[in-house]
């Protein structure tokens, strides 16, 4: 919002948010600008479970003409913000390629090791990139996510990784920062291996002793003016976090990253209270 505005009120009832704002909000700035600020305003308050729509008073009266395209006589949805007067598409067909068995033994030997989920489905996606990379990491080899001879070689010696600390029984996790991945622990036994990205140098993820204070499904970041999905925060504002941009090498502003292919599974094994360790060198 511009400096200076007046929040007169804001009220929600039966899913839609009536939020009544001073002059100042409709006012101030080129077109853009007004644009932007109206739909950070929707996108905001429906994210609130429940509320669908916003409606905008400015100084208690209805708002017309202000907002080029955007009707404020009635009620805004997000979704309307996102494609206004567009027909919503039918999602393109999607053709997967046929399980490989090849890809099958790997998944399975990945599974073995603590880096995949539980089911091997022979095909080479996502999930299995990014437990080949977090195996990659953890055993010091090149970061590329993909299937190479060393990593298909290691994969035959390789051991599941075990925790570097001792810690309380139940679910834990240790942060490793030289490696970049995540153990997720549960009575001594690492159950998942993740590839991570932690603070980059200029804004470090702090080693320490931390415990996850929240479950957060979807937390805004003041800061930076983003969503941070399936949120673990453990010492302040840092906090494990879905991110579509995870990088091999550090590169946050201090929050463990982690890719959409892992996030939920993080998200669903932690608690409230989980006890977190960072440690710089493994």
């Known amino acids: 919002m511009p400096t200076g505005t007046r929040v007169r009120s804001v009220k929600v009832a039966n899913g839609l948010a009536t939020v009544d704002l001073g002059a100042r909000f409709a006012s101030e700035g080129d077109v853009n600008s007004r644009l932007a600020r109206l739909s950070q305003l929707v ?46 598409p039918h999602p393109p067909r999607i053709e997967l390629l046929p399980p490989d068995d090849h890809v099958k033994a790997v998944q399975q030997r990945l599974i073995e090791l603590g880096f995949f989920g539980d089911k091997a489905d022979g095909r080479l996606g996502p999930v299995t990139r990014n437990g080949i990379l977090a195996f990659q990491k953890w055993e010091r080899l090149q970061r590329t996510g993909s299937l190479d001879a060393r990593t298909e070689t290691r994969l035959l010696t390789a051991a599941r990784p075990a925790p570097l600390t001792h810690g309380p029984g139940g679910k834990r996790a240790e942060i490793l920062l030289d490696r970049q991945v995540a153990l997720l622990i549960e009575d001594g036994r690492v159950l998942r291996t993740i590839a991570v990205s932690t603070g980059k140098p200029s804004t470090p993820t702090p080693p320490g002793s931390y415990r996850v204070y929240a479950k957060i499904r979807r937390w805004w970041s003041t800061p930076f003016r983003e969503w941070l999905p399936y949120a673990l925060p453990f010492v302040g504002g840092i906090a494990f976090h879905e991110f579509l941009d995870v990088p091999v090498y550090p590169a946050s502003h201090g929050c463990v990253r982690q890719a959409v292919a892992v996030a939920r599974w993080t998200y669903d094994f932690a608690e409230v209270g989980m006890p977190v360790r960072v440690i710089a060198k493994s």
């Not at 429940?50 to 017309?64: E, F, H, S, Y």
């Not at 080029?68 to 494609?83: A, D, K, V």
């Open 43 to 88: 996108r905001t308050l429906t994210a609130f479970r429940g509320t669908n729509a916003v409606r905008l008073l400015i100084d208690g009266r209805t708002v017309r003409g202000v907002f080029p395209g955007i009707p404020t006589e009635s009620p805004i949805t997000f979704r309307f913000l996102q494609t206004p007067n567009k027909p919503v």
